[in-house]
Nanobody
Framework: QVQLVESGGGLVQAGGSLRLACAAS????????MAWYRQAPGKPREFVAI???????LYLNAVKGRFTVSRDNNTNTLYLQMNNLKPEDTARYYC?????WGQGAQVTVSS
């Protein structure tokens, strides 16, 4: 059974940094794309970044240059390093693997 557990969220001032982690269990994910999404209150869930199993990465335009997605296939962990955070980055961040979702991690950026 695949399980995804996000961690690393919190409250930070604008311009600060946070690092999210998504621990995946239940099988190896080295041959699987792994992605981050986010959902702000009253808004639909949106794609943020993806780590392709062949090494490619893609980002939402609004986070390019500020966020970096990475993965550790030895520990089945997906990361999202978020720098220069802005109030508009406030959302619940979710890991998505094989169509499954974790419980999310809240990120709140104060101005």
């Amino acid at each position: 059974q695949v399980q995804l557990v996000e961690s690393g969220g919190g409250l930070v001032q604008a311009g600060g940094s946070l690092r999210l982690a998504c621990a995946a269990s239940g099988r190896s994910f080295s041959d699987t794309n792994m992605a981050w999404y986010r959902q702000a209150p009253g808004k639909p869930r949106e794609f943020v970044a993806i780590s392709g199993y062949l090494g490619t990465t893609l980002y939402l335009n609004a986070v390019k240059g500020r966020f970096t997605v990475s993965r550790d296939n030895n520990t089945n962990t997906l990361y999202l390093q978020m720098n220069n955070l802005k109030p508009e980055d406030t959302a619940r961040y979710y890991c998505n693997v094989l169509g499954l979702w974790g419980q999310g991690a809240q990120v709140t950026v104060s101005s």
